[in-house]
């Protein structure tokens, strides 16, 4: 069964940066969409970005557009996601997810304009990641 860890989380400042890191173990991720998610206290999950198998298409929820980029290195089985000028409203649990339709979405999926994530199409949830913005 594929499992997901994710790394990277920590206390930064505003304005701050960090990378998060999405690290399959005992199964190859290039098979797989992957999808970044975050949950703050009291919200419910909300889907931040994500990238298709082949990294060639990729989308941002608009509250991170502009300061957040996803990737991937399939070499590595890993996903990243850069994030800069955080704020603190980015202050989440964020959790890597593969999307269960991978096989059957076509790449241009990823980038449509109106993609809405959805937590309940992804499976095999890593931990999650604290991500603490504050001054």
């Known amino acids: 069964q594929l499992q997901l860890v994710e790394s990277g989380g920590g206390l930064v400042q505003p304005g701050g940066s960090l990378r998060l890191s999405c690290a399959a173990s005992?199964?190859?991720?290039?098979?797989?969409?992957i999808g970044w998610f975050r949950q703050a206290p009291g919200k419910e999950r909300e889907g931040v970005s994500c990238?298709?198998?082949?990294?060639?298409?990729?989308n941002y929820a608009d509250s991170v557009k502009g300061r957040f980029t996803i990737s991937r290195d399939n070499a590595k089985n890993t996903v990243y996601l850069q994030m800069n000028s955080l704020k603190p409203e980015d202050t989440a649990v964020y959790y890597c997810?593969?999307?269960?339709?991978?096989?059957?979405?076509?790449?241009?999926?990823?980038?449509?304009?109106?993609?809405?994530?959805?937590?309940?199409?992804?499976?095999?949830w890593g931990q999650g990641t604290q991500v603490t913005v504050s001054s």
């Open positions: 997810a593969a999307d269960r339709f991978s096989g059957s979405r076509p790449e241009t999926y990823y980038s449509a304009t109106y993609l809405y994530m959805r937590a309940q199409e992804y499976d095999s």
């Open positions: 990238i298709s198998s082949s990294g060639g298409s990729t």
């Open positions: 005992g199964f190859t991720l290039d098979y797989y969409a």
